[in-house]
């Protein structure tokens, strides 16, 4: 598909955001090589989330992502998807739930993720709508003709929403607690740079420099009052 002649100059800013949505809007396709989307000479690509990650005691590595259950149904219709929680502030327009219809993309998008207040919380700085993540299939239902949207006939959204509560509200409460950790418990690695800026900053010149006119300072008589 390729389209010429656009009338009307598009600003910069503006251009940006169009890219980003057609990378998300196709990401799929896009990210399995089935796909090449191209604005002018520019190849656009789209980089997958990356998922968080922790290391146990005997070293094995588990990552913060997950396949919904084969069975997985709602109101008798089987969905498919995937959902996780998202490794760094560089993931969270990824954030929310996506939606997708044969692979494309019909609800969600560059920071456009469907967020419902009782899985991700109605606060704006609610780290769970930062980090976790989920992409839905539901092919077995049918999109509206602009591919906006879904005709929710087979069953409406509170019950797809009540069907994916029980995996998503215990990754939101990960999410939420994850920062309470790290604020309270700062790591090995984090704790030696510290030691090392503070012995660095007291083996500098400007520092010792300093410690020498404060010792003078205080060596010298006080004045004498008359």
Not at 20 to 40: A, C, T, V
Not at 43 to 65: K, N
Not at 136 to 157: M, S, T, V, Y
Not at 207 to 215: H, K, N, P, R
Request: aromatic fraction near 8%; glycine fraction near 8%.
């Amino acid at each position: 598909i390729e389209n010429k002649e656009i009338r009307r100059k598009m600003p910069r800013r503006s251009m940006g955001k169009v890219k980003e949505n057609l990378k998300f809007l196709y990401g799929p396709q896009i990210h399995s090589g089935k796909m090449k989307l191209r604005w002018g000479t520019d190849l656009l690509e789209y980089i997958p989330p990356t998922f968080m990650t922790e290391t146990d005691q005997e070293g094995e590595i588990t990552e913060w992502l997950a396949d919904l259950p084969d069975d997985f149904s709602v109101e008798g219709y089987p969905v498919r998807g995937r959902y996780g929680m998202l490794s760094s502030a560089a993931d969270v327009p990824y954030a929310g739930i996506t939606l997708l219809w044969r692979n494309r993309v019909i609800t969600g998008g560059h920071r456009a993720g469907w967020k419902p207040d009782e899985i991700f919380g109605a606060a704006h700085g609610d780290l769970a709508r930062q980090r976790v993540w989920a992409e839905i299939h539901l092919d077995c239902l049918a999109p509206n003709q602009q591919k906006k949207g879904f005709i929710w006939n087979e069953f409406n959204r509170d019950d797809l929403e009540d069907a994916l509560k029980p995996f998503l509200i215990p990754y939101a409460r990960e999410a939420r607690g994850h920062r309470r950790r790290e604020a309270k418990i700062p790591s090995q690695g984090q704790m030696k740079i510290a030691d090392e800026q503070v012995k660095g900053a007291l083996e500098s010149n400007e520092i010792a420099i300093a410690m020498q006119e404060s010792t003078k300072a205080a060596q010298r008589p006080a004045p004498v009052l008359k």
